[in-house]
């Protein structure tokens, strides 16, 4: 193997790790917005620095790691994690908030809750961005160990002791029901007033299990007549008057996405909710700008949802 000390750039090594994750040369151009031949080329001056082939190229751009790219693969993304630290520490010495903060989030948070914590750090600090990357919770677990994220925005189900959770604000169970439901006009209800009708179970694992468990805990067995993965899918069956299902994030408006309206009653009863948070890796100092960012998450969330 060549000696390649000195010999690669930061840019190469991000042209590599896009095009992992990415699947290809096109999706790694479109995520560093950059021209294909750009990513191609930086790739192949990769290759002949370390004098191993890190890509197996495939038909229309399409590329996966080799067994040497799998294994450069995370030692790459920990420089990049770590460029990304020194950067941001340069920014912090002149007092400055700047550049890329790469942010996970739940995948069934980030509509209600992303956009807006994510206005409102960029209008307080607009030399920084946020690049939001959904997931679910064991993806986001993984990219907070891999470094390919700063924090996550997320619950308080399922961590682990690798991670650190910042806790910003309850998120209460509601069950979603028809609008024409026996209690749509209840101001309330507890499980056991809809244990007898069709469940519509989230099936993703995180709130599968959580959802499941509230039913264990009131020792209740629910009547499970359909599973969904897609949260606006579930809504518009529960519009549709396919049965009731639960949610912890906030409802907004109470309409499917179609129009149809529904109704969201908070739950009475139950165990302690979960809650929403910002989580990172647990032993890494966060940076200037990730600090900044929690910050913006509290005061948007405490606006939004009235507690934090």
Same mark, same amino acid.
């Given at each position: 193997?060549? *000696? $390649?000390?000195?010999?690669?750039?930061?840019?190469?090594?991000?042209?590599?790790?896009?095009?992992?994750?990415?699947?290809?040369?096109?999706?790694?151009?479109?995520?560093?917005?950059?021209?294909?031949?750009?990513?191609?080329?930086?790739?192949?001056?990769?290759?002949?620095?370390?004098?191993?082939?890190?890509?197996?190229?495939?038909?229309?751009?399409?590329?996966?790691?080799?067994?040497?790219?799998?294994?450069?693969?995370?030692?790459?993304? !920990?420089? =990049?994690?770590?460029?990304?630290?020194? *950067?941001?520490?340069?920014?912090?010495?002149?007092?400055?908030?700047?550049?890329?903060?790469?942010?996970?989030?739940?995948?069934?948070?980030? $509509?209600?809750?992303?956009?807006?914590?994510?206005?409102?750090?960029?209008?307080?600090?607009?030399?920084?961005?946020?690049?939001?990357?959904?997931?679910?919770?064991?993806? =986001?677990?993984?990219?907070?160990?891999?470094? @390919?994220?700063?924090?996550?925005? @997320?619950? !308080?189900?399922?961590?682990?002791?690798?991670?650190?959770?910042?806790?910003?604000?309850?998120?209460?169970?509601?069950?979603?029901?028809?609008?024409?439901?026996?209690?749509?006009?209840?101001?309330?209800?507890?499980?056991?007033?809809?244990?007898? *009708?069709?469940?519509?179970?989230?099936?993703?694992?995180?709130?599968?299990?959580?959802?499941?468990?509230?039913?264990?805990?009131?020792?209740?067995?629910?009547?499970?007549?359909?599973?969904?993965? *897609?949260?606006?899918? =579930?809504?518009?069956?529960?519009?549709?008057?396919?049965?009731? @299902?639960?949610?912890?994030?906030? $409802?907004?408006?109470?309409?499917?996405?179609?129009?149809?309206?529904?109704?969201?009653?908070?739950?009475?009863?139950?165990?302690?909710?979960?809650?929403?948070?910002?989580?990172?890796?647990?032993?890494?100092?966060?940076?200037? @700008?990730?600090?900044?960012?929690?910050?913006?998450?509290? !005061?948007?969330?405490?606006?939004?949802?009235?507690?934090?």
């Amino acid at each position: 193997m060549n *000696d $390649p000390a000195g010999r690669f750039t930061l840019r190469q090594l991000s042209c590599f790790v896009a095009a992992c994750e990415g699947g290809g040369i096109g999706a790694a151009a479109n995520r560093l917005h950059l021209a294909q031949a750009t990513v191609s080329g930086a790739i192949a001056d990769l290759e002949r620095t370390l004098g191993v082939q890190l890509l197996v190229r495939g038909r229309r751009r399409a590329a996966t790691p080799s067994p040497a790219g799998r294994e450069l693969l995370a030692q790459a993304s !920990d420089v =990049l994690a770590a460029a990304a630290r020194l *950067d941001e520490r340069s920014s912090a010495l002149r007092g400055e908030v700047s550049g890329e903060l790469p942010v996970g989030c739940l995948v069934t948070l980030a $509509p209600a809750v992303a956009p807006a914590v994510c206005r409102a750090f960029e209008a307080r600090w607009p030399r920084a961005t946020v690049t939001l990357v959904p997931a679910h919770q064991g993806e =986001l677990l993984a990219r907070l160990r891999e470094g @390919t994220i700063a924090v996550a925005i @997320t619950y !308080d189900l399922g961590l682990n002791p690798a991670v650190e959770f910042s806790p910003l604000a309850p998120a209460p169970p509601y069950a979603l029901i028809p609008a024409g439901h026996r209690l749509a006009a209840a101001g309330s209800a507890e499980l056991a007033e809809l244990a007898t *009708d069709p469940f519509l179970l989230l099936d993703l694992p995180l709130s599968r299990n959580y959802f499941l468990g509230l039913f264990r805990a009131a020792a209740l067995e629910p009547i499970v007549a359909r599973r969904v993965a *897609d949260p606006e899918l =579930l809504r518009s069956l529960v519009a549709w008057g396919y049965g009731y @299902t639960l949610a912890n994030a906030l $409802p907004g408006p109470e309409r499917a996405v179609d129009g149809t309206p529904l109704r969201a009653l908070p739950l009475r009863g139950g165990p302690a909710p979960p809650r929403v948070g910002l989580a990172r890796r647990a032993g890494l100092e966060p940076t200037r @700008t990730a600090t900044a960012f929690a910050e913006a998450c509290t !005061d948007a969330l405490a606006t939004r949802w009235g507690q934090a």
